[in-house]
């Protein structure tokens, strides 16, 4: 199989992954096709940010830290991409980011090779929910153990686990919580969606 035929195919080298990254801009590999990351609207960035800021004080307490549109890569054996995805934030715990820093000398130079713990989407008007659903089981056969989706129309939460049927709908006075995964967070959606 020639380079090409891998690039095509959504399989590639970790250095190819990179070089194509930096010449060609933001991507993500799912289901073996090569999709662009398109830029965000405005709107969209505001609401990223308010969840980011809310996030802050749990990374300055130690618990793990938060990263906005990080990219993360899944890889096979050799160093072979086989996935990646850009949530709009992902959050790792701090026992395992450490780890992964003191495996990975070079972690500096590539881009996270460690599923998150949390991964936030923010809906955006041209998102349908059908692909979100596509995403959102993707991160879980990744191994993402939360997932929240925040829509800014409907002014709501939507807090998936794997191996669950239920998700947690959240609106109006309603208060997002971090679960098992983020222990003693909270977060009013009245804040979050406040103009």
């Known amino acids: ?10 399989v590639m080298t970790l250095d190819e992954f990179i070089r194509r990254y930096d010449q060609e801009g933001p991507f993500e590999i799912l289901d073996g096709e090569i ?20 996030l802050l004080p749990y990374e300055q307490q130690g618990y793990g830290e938060v990263f906005p549109e990080t990219t993360f ?6 160093d072979w991409v086989k996935g990646s995805r850009i949530p709009d ?7 395992r980011l450490e780890a992964y820093r003191a495996t990975r000398q070079d972690w500096q130079q590539k881009p996270l090779i460690l599923v998150p713990d949390l991964v936030v989407e923010v809906v955006s008007p041209n998102d349908s929910y059908t692909e979100i659903g ?9 191994g993402v153990r939360m997932v929240w989706v925040v829509d800014p129309q409907l002014k709501q939460v939507i807090v998936h686990v794997p191996d669950s049927d239920q998700q947690t709908k959240l609106s109006g006075n309603d208060v997002l919580t971090g679960g098992d995964v983020l222990l003693n967070f909270t977060l009013k959606l009245s804040d979050l969606f406040s103009a």
Do not use: C, Q, W
Not at 35 to 54: D, E, L, Q, R
Not at 73 to 78: C, E, G, K, N, Q
Not at 89 to 95: D, H, Q, T
């Open 1 to 10: 199989m020639t380079d090409a035929a891998t690039v095509s195919a959504g």
């Open 89 to 95: 934030l992902l959050f790792v715990s701090a026992g």
């Open 73 to 78: 890569v899944l890889l096979d054996i050799a």
């Open 134 to 142: 596509k995403r959102i089981v993707r991160y879980f056969e990744d």
């Open 35 to 54: 999709v662009p990351k398109m830029p965000n609207v405005f709107g969209h960035s505001v609401v990223i940010k308010k969840v980011f800021v809310a």
